[in-house]
Nanobody, 114 residues
Framework: QVQLVESGGGLVQAGGSLRLSCAAS??????MGWYRQLPGKQRELVAS???????NYADSVKGRFTISRDNAKNTVNLQMNSLKPEDTAVYYC??????????WGQGTQVTVSS
């Protein structure tokens, strides 16, 4: 059974930085990434990264967020710089195995004050 442990959320002022981390137990995953859910809205992709290192970002975070992963440790990180109040959301780590099955973390709150 896959387990995801997230850390690094919190409160930061606009323009500040936060780093989210997610440690996954179990097998190696084809894709690891982060989604977020703003109040009253659907969950949206923030960034994802394949095992080979190919990345994908939402347009709203390009140039500000950087996703990385350590395959040896089965971890994925999201470095968030130049944070804006509209980045306030619950951020969810997710992993996809080679059978296409997704597992989600419990979510971590990120709050950016203006």
């Amino acid at each position: 059974q896959v387990q995801l442990v997230e850390s690094g959320g919190g409160l930061v002022q606009a323009g500040g930085s936060l780093r989210l981390s997610c440690a996954a137990s179990g097998s190696i995953f084809s894709i690891m990434g982060w989604y977020r859910q703003l109040p009253g809205k659907q969950r949206e992709l923030v960034a994802s990264i394949t095992k080979s290192g190919s990345t994908n970002y939402a347009d709203s975070v390009k140039g500000r967020f950087t996703i990385s992963r350590d395959n040896a440790k089965n971890t994925v990180n999201l470095q968030m710089n130049s944070l804006k109040p509209e980045d306030t959301a619950v951020y969810y780590c997710y992993v996809r195995n080679y059978r296409g099955y997704d597992t989600w973390g419990q979510g971590t709150q990120v709050t950016v004050s203006s």
